[in-house]
């Protein structure tokens, strides 16, 4: 998958949708099974690989919405970027791994992602 960028706006709810997918023998979109697998999502800075944010389906902050459709579901709560210091989030990345029961680990989806302040105070 290509890159993605992410805004977050500092303190506030950040929730979004993932479904995996991949191409069958006819080119055609098939979802990926993902029953009894972890998800990972962690923000770190590219420069020191300073952790930002993590969040994660043993965390709750994940969940699973319907494994054999590959659909899941991410909340960021207000309190994860509540307070950040926006500089360290300039050259920040992000990714999304999937771990199955066997040990294989897949990264899914990954980008740059920035924090911002809003305008309400």
């Given at each position: 998958?290509?890159?993605?960028?992410?805004?977050?706006?500092?303190?506030?709810?950040?929730?979004?949708?993932?479904?995996?997918?991949?191409?069958?023998?006819?080119?055609?979109?098939?979802?990926?099974?993902?029953?009894?697998?972890?998800?990972?999502?962690?923000?770190?800075?590219?420069?020191?690989?300073?952790?930002?944010?993590?969040?994660?389906?043993?965390?709750?902050?994940?969940?699973?919405?319907?494994?054999?459709?590959?659909?899941?579901?991410?909340?960021?709560?207000?309190?994860?970027?509540?307070?950040?210091?926006?500089?360290?989030?300039?050259?920040?990345?992000?990714?999304?791994?999937?771990?199955?029961?066997?040990?294989?680990?897949?990264?899914?989806?990954?980008?740059?992602?920035?924090?911002?302040?809003g305008v309400v105070r």
């Open positions: 998958m290509t890159d993605q960028t992410l805004s977050i706006v500092a303190g506030t709810t950040f929730d979004f949708e993932l479904t995996w997918e991949t191409q069958n023998a006819d080119a055609e979109l098939e979802p990926v099974d993902i029953t009894g697998c972890q998800v990972v999502l962690q923000i770190r800075n590219a420069v020191d690989d300073s952790l930002l944010l993590s969040c994660s389906t043993q965390a709750g902050e994940v969940t699973v919405t319907d494994p054999l459709s590959g659909k899941m579901q991410f909340h960021i709560a207000p309190s994860k970027t509540a307070n950040q210091d926006v500089t360290a989030w300039k050259e920040a990345r992000w990714e999304v791994r999937v771990i199955f029961p066997s040990d294989d680990v897949y990264s899914l989806v990954r980008g740059w992602v920035k924090l911002i302040f």
